[in-house]
Structure formats: C-alpha cells, structure tokens
C-alpha cells in the first residue's frame, strides 16, 4: 500500500481523513503498511484534518460576521 492507495492524496473532507485513518490502520493490520508507516501516514491525516478544521471553522466564523453586520458593515443585529 503506497499513500495513494491509503486515500491520503484524495483528502478533500474530515469525512475522507477519517476514511483515510481506517484504511491506514487496516494496512498495518494487514501487514501493507509497517507500523512506523502507518505513524507517518496518519501524522499526514491528522495536520490535514487540524488545518481543514481550522479552514471550516474560519469559513463560519465570517458568514456569521457577515450576517450580522450586513452588506453595508454596519451591526444589523439588536443585540440586549
């Protein structure tokens, strides 16, 4: 098993990271992958899903700045 085969080239998702962790630790346990590879790939899976998390997280946070403060910038929400 090489990293393409292990879908770490294919992460787009955290939902493919976590596809992509389940075939790394099947390789190891099926002897395709050392232990010390099947690491290696997974450090790999685990900075994606950080950064995509990171990406996502940022992505809400200005939608939500974005619908409270309107087109024109100014706060639209009446807050108590």
Do not use: H
């Amino acid at each position: 098993m090489n990293e393409c085969d292990s879908g770490v080239a294919r992460l787009t998702t955290l939902a493919d990271a976590v596809d992509a962790g389940a075939a790394i630790i099947a390789g190891v346990g099926a002897g395709e992958l050392t232990p010390l590879e099947g690491t290696d790939l997974i450090k790999l899976v685990e900075a994606f899903a950080g950064v995509r998390a990171a990406s996502d997280l940022d992505g809400r946070v200005a939608r939500l700045e974005q619908a409270l403060t309107g087109a024109n910038g100014a706060a639209t929400c009446k807050c108590r």
